[in-house]
């Protein structure tokens, strides 16, 4: 399931080349190939290389400097021609590219681009020629892309407007393949306490984005400056930031962060660990091999990231209202800002708090055991499934014995497969959908 899809500022890769193909986009005998990362190398592939894998010389597009890390593909008229491929959008979404700008497209390609979170956006032939002038004119120059008011903001403050397709536009914010019946990821089935994304970064900011560098963040972007990092497991880690002035959240909110200068321009969505009551602001993530995750293994004290947007999913604590929190792996991240929440505000409505890791060295263990001695209100069980630890309906039976019948509400947050296995099992124990909030870590 595709990422909710967020506004983002990128570079422009223009590709002068009309009526491209699908067979070009990715060349046919890379079809068998269904891991989607590994399709970044094949994007263009006979345009790029050489039979023997050497690039072409002079590089293609793709391939000159300063081109990686940009996500808007700007390209010549009648793109995504040629037979149904969902590998053409799967390898731009793979390379980085989440918009491609064209006069128009194959609708089969359009299509296949929306269900994989690359929005084509198809603008008039004279908006077309200005932005290619634009970007030949200066290559540095930024656009804006903001779905959700479905504009182009460019670098002298004017807008395009685009076309998207209504049900197209919802999926695509949703986060969702599966159609408007289905209830976004994260609302736990409650619409009605769906608050709107807060949106950091306006169009009108752009211009002044470099002076969040150095200068006064507050009204601009929050820039988070690295105070120091720390272990919480063997997979994953904290890093915690000096609180910029001004930011405000709650406890299960999420942040959206990147890093300064943008040479990784598509950032991550995390939830914060911290609670709002702490001075310092958290982010814990489960380490890996994405280049994203290398360079947050690399963030030192002093290093700067920026949070471009913020906001709610719905996953908020009900005030006073005893809780079951089931946290799979770094899906703990948002129960260590609830629990610490509700200790500094002396809400002491029982809290149970499940976590299932995959070894016993789970994130923030010690820590939740020493709160847990001190608050009554507060039990905190491990489950390690390497021991076979699988939550079960048997074992929440035994650990949550009257949750189908208490007024408790269930949070669930770590891993989508996790996520949403857990609800089956809660539901089957006679939990209302309206007492189950769901936090799904879309990207693992
Ligand atoms: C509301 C919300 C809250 C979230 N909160 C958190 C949180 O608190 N903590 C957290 O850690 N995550 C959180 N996530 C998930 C996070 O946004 C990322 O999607 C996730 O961390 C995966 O990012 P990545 O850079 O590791 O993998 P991606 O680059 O997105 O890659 C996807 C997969 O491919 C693998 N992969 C990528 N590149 C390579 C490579 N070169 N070699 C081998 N494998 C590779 C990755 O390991 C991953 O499994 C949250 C997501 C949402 C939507």
């Known amino acids: 399931m595709p990422e909710p899809y967020r506004g983002f500022a990128s570079k422009v890769v223009p590709l002068h080349a009309e009526n491209v193909d699908t067979d070009q986009v990715v060349p046919a005998r890379y079809l068998k190939i269904t891991d989607k990362a590994g399709l970044a190398d094949v994007l263009f592939r006979d345009w790029r290389f050489n039979e023997d894998g050497s690039l072409k010389d002079p590089p293609f597009v793709l391939d000159q400097p300063g081109m990686a890390g940009r996500n808007i593909l700007l390209v010549g008229d009648n793109f995504g021609t040629g037979s149904s491929r969902e590998h053409a959008p799967w390898a731009l979404a793979a390379w980085g590219i989440r918009a491609v700008i ?17 929005l084509p956006i198809a603008v008039d032939p004279e908006t077309h020629a200005h932005l290619f002038a634009l970007i030949d004119d200066d290559p540095e120059s930024e656009l804006r892309i903001d779905l959700a008011e479905q504009g182009i903001l460019l670098p002298d403050g004017t807008t395009v407007e685009f076309d998207v397709d209504t049900f197209a536009k919802l999926m695509l914010l949703r986060g969702t393949d599966e159609g ?14 769906f608050r709107p994304f807060r949106r950091v970064t306006t169009g009108a900011q752009i211009d002044r984005y470099p002076a969040a560098v150095g200068g006064s963040p507050e009204d601009l972007n929050f820039v988070l400056r690295v105070l120091r990092r720390r272990a919480e497991s063997p997979d994953c880690v ?6 910029p002035r001004g930011l405000a959240y709650q406890a299960g909110d999420w942040v959206d962060v990147r890093f300064l200068p943008a040479e990784l321009a598509v950032g991550r969505t995390f939830s914060f660990s911290s609670a709002p009551t702490e001075p310092d602001v958290w982010i ?37 209202t005893p809780a079951l929190l089931i946290a799979g792996g770094v899906g703990i991240a948002p129960f260590r800002s609830m629990i610490r929440d509700a200790v500094a505000r002396g809400d002491q409505a029982e809290i149970t708090l499940i976590h299932v890791n995959r070894t016993e060295d789970a994130p923030f ?12 209100w507060l039990k905190v069980h491990h489950l390690a499934t390497v021991d076979d630890g699988r939550l079960t309906l048997n074992r929440l039976r035994h650990l949550a014995p009257d949750i189908g019948e208490s007024r408790a509400c269930v949070y669930i947050a770590g891993p989508p497969a996790m996520v949403a296995s857990t609800e089956r099992v809660i539901k089957a124990l006679g939990v209302a959908s309206d007492r189950v909030l769901t936090d799904s870590f879309t990207g693992y």
Do not use: C, M, W
Request: without cysteine; glycine residues 12%; aromatic residues 6%.
């Open 284 to 320: 814990t993530y489960r380490r890996g091999l994405s280049p994203f995750k290398r360079a947050l293994d690399q963030a030192a004290p002093g290093d700067t990231l920026l949070i471009t947007q913020h906001g709610s999913n719905g996953f908020l604590r009900r005030p006073r």
């Open 180 to 193: 408007l019946g289905v209830r976004p990821a994260g609302t736990g089935g409650h619409p009605a306490r």
């Open 238 to 243: 904290s890093l915690v930031f000096a609180r």
């Open 102 to 118: 064209s006069t128009g497209y194959a609708d089969i390609f359009r299509n296949n681009a929306l269900k994989n979170g690359v």
């Open 365 to 376: 263990r010690k820590e939740l055991a020493g709160l847990a001695a001190r608050q009554p």
